[in-house]
């Protein structure tokens, strides 16, 4: 793990968009990042429902469980809510999930906490009750090129914070923007939504 003090890439943070984000697919986001170095980002976004895609008819879709008049699943699977994670890559599903569930080589590490999974097999084991305590699936990433995410920051366009697994986790999508903020000490109304420098 990197010291405090040579850390100066945002991977196992949350990326908080300003009000003035022009780009719609982002406006209001908070965005989980699960790797950022020199070459890019790549990040989930933890607070945007996928329309009309139900947890359990995707496990059907994924000939993860069969079809059926009454499907039973466990607690935790019930309650998944299929999120958009990114424009990018939006048919590959990626499990945001604490650390008590790791498939070598198929597990990202992201902290002490947060690991990162898309391979089928962490569905599958959410479906049988053996998955990880906590879990949020997503469909798709955002993605960012060399030096591009640093620019978006540079002008304004995201606010950082450290991340926080309660917040990933909370089935409360519409409330995570303003309690992102609320972390940071900011009530949203005191956001300008022009961007400048000072």
Partial sequence: MRAATE???LDG???IAM???QD???ARSVIYLCAHSDEGAMGIVVN???PQIDFADLLIQLDII?????IRLPRAASRMIVQRGGPVETGRGFVLHSADYFVENSTLPIDDNICLTATLDVLKAIASGAGPENAMLALGYAGWGAGQLEQEIQANGWLSLEGDMDLIFDTDLDGKYGRALSLLGIEPA???TD???A
């Fill in 66 to 70: 069969a079809e059926g008049p009454e």
């Fill in 195 to 197: 961007a400048g420098h």
């Fill in 24 to 26: 719609d697919r982002f």
């Fill in 7 to 9: 850390r100066s890439y």
């Fill in 19 to 21: 009000p003035s984000m």
């Fill in 13 to 15: 943070q949350f990326l």
């Fill in 48 to 50: 945007q429902a996928v």
């Fill in 190 to 192: 005191m956001l300008s």
